[in-house]
């Protein structure tokens, strides 16, 4: 079993920036690929971006791709979603998972561990 913990939410202004971290600990987290979606009320949790196990392939949902980035350090056990450009439609709970299976990268249904998840608000 693995722990998740996402840090880094908060208030910011249309235009800025914040950096999510998502701290791992439990199983062997280097082995894995991570994603992160994000959930806002009344809608469903969607994809954001994801990252493979090497860091060496990663995954973003169109409407973040060119704004956010995914990364990982290994030797943290923690994976960093960076988003810049922040819009008010970003704002969400974030929240980071775990993937110990094949499957694709994009489906909620695919990953196996999650954390508490983080709130980002961006104000206009």
């Known amino acids: 079993q693995v722990q998740l913990v996402e840090s880094g939410g908060g208030l910011v202004q249309a235009g800025g920036s914040l950096r999510l971290s998502c701290a791992a600990s439990?199983?062997?987290?280097?082995?894995?690929?991570m994603g992160w979606f994000r959930q806002a009320p009344g809608e469903e949790r969607e994809f954001v971006a994801a990252?493979?196990?090497?860091?060496?392939?990663?995954y973003y949902a169109d409407s973040v791709k060119g704004r956010f980035t995914v990364s990982r350090d290994n030797t943290k056990n923690t994976v960093y979603l960076q988003m810049n450009s922040l819009k008010p439609e970003d704002t969400a709970v974030y929240y980071c998972?775990?993937?110990?299976?094949?499957?694709?990268?994009?489906?909620?249904?695919?990953?196996?561990?999650w954390g508490q998840g983080t709130q980002v608000t961006v104000s206009s």
């Open positions: 998972a775990v993937k110990y299976n094949s499957g694709s990268y994009y489906r909620v249904l695919d990953y196996d561990y």
């Open positions: 439990g199983r062997t987290f280097s082995r894995y690929g």
């Open positions: 990252i493979s196990w090497s860091g060496g392939t990663t």
